[in-house]
């Protein structure tokens, strides 16, 4: 352990990244066998098995994914090495995968998007558009644009700031049902489900609004396809403040009613932060996410 081999920690580190012997020779340019016997040495080095061969798969043991996190961050470092050796410490390239929900993905994402294409046109973005929380020690992303604290140790959030939620209408809707403004007026209106399970109209119901699912016509549980609904006047929803002041032909509906308020954390793998691809991604969501 005291001279671990480079060679063979990148062969551990690029097989498990591609899931196969084949792959990662190919993308270090070595011969499969080369490969295979450099993996094998790190086993024999560290005294534990790294992966399973299921058929042609290299699957990793419990081990190695202990293992891996550790080994990506010598990876990265050893690449930020690379760069200033040879001059190039300011190219910033590669992929970075930002996961947010739908709404966010769609309206509040791609202004900071614009700022990272001037800044560093090197780096590839992938969008992961969900309402479900990406698990970001599984690498289902990079970053991910929360509403909820972050908790797992591994982890470093930054929050930004909070945000608030209301109702809204089309100006047509409103023109040919009238404005409804308070809690009592809403029984002869419809509203855009986002759910048929029942949560939402419970939620509704605790925040005084005496509705059944008669109120509700129309459900999608996606919420850019839920606000185009209310935009082409089908009905009354909730949308974040910051998209309904994007949003042309909308207005608020039920302004009695307290706006609901939650907050934007802004999150990655604590490993991640030594990626430099990953610290300018972040910090210009950061900068950008931080303000309505």
């Known amino acids: 352990m005291d001279h671990l081999d480079w060679n063979q920690l990148r062969a551990f580190l690029e097989t498990a990244e591609t899931g196969s012997l084949s792959a990662a020779a190919r993308k270090l340019g070595l011969t499969q066998p ?23 798969a290299m699957q990793l043991t419990s081990t190695g ?28 390239e590669g992929m970075v995968s930002i996961s947010a929900s739908d709404a966010v993905a769609a309206y509040l994402l791609p202004r900071a998007i614009h700022r990272i294409r001037q800044l560093a046109p090197r780096i590839v973005v992938e ?3 969900s309402n479900a929380l990406s698990d970001l020690r599984r690498r289902e992303s990079d970053i991910a644009v929360r509403h909820v604290n972050p908790d797992q140790p591994d982890l470093i959030g930054r929050l930004l700031r909070e945000t608030t939620a ?32 029942g ?15 008669a109120h509700f016509p129309l459900y999608s549980e996606n919420t850019v ?6 935009r082409q ?10 998209v309904a002041r994007l949003t042309p032909g909308v207005v608020r509906v039920l302004e009695t009613l307290a706006p609901v308020r939650f907050p ?3 999150v990655t793998h604590r490993e991640l932060r030594t990626a430099r691809r990953i610290r300018v991604v972040f910090d210009v969501l950061a900068e950008h996410l931080s303000v309505p």
Do not use: C, N
């Not at 994914?65 to 990506?72: F, G, M, N, Q, S």
């Not at 930020?80 to 190039?88: H, N, S, Y």
């Open 199 to 213: 949560r939402y109209l419970e939620y509704l119901r605790a925040i005084g609004l005496p509705l059944t699912t």
């Open 34 to 56: 080369t490969l295979s016997r450099q993996v094998a040495a790190i086993e024999q080095r560290l005294g534990v098995t790294l992966f399973e061969r299921v058929g042609k």
């Open 127 to 129: 969008v992961v558009s």
């Open 233 to 242: 006047g089908l009905g009354i929803g909730a949308m974040m403040d910051d």
């Open 225 to 230: 396809t839920a606000w185009e609904l209310v």
């Open 65 to 92: 994914l202990e293992l891996l996190e550790h080994a990506r961050t010598m990876g990265s470092a050893a690449e930020e090495l690379a760069l200033v050796a040879t001059g190039r410490s300011q190219a910033v």
């Open 264 to 266: 934007i954390w802004l």
């Open 166 to 197: 209301s109702f809204y209408a089309s100006e047509s809707w409103v023109a040919a049902h009238g404005h409804p403004r308070t809690a009592d007026e809403v029984a002869a209106h419809e509203f855009i489900g986002v759910d048929r399970s």
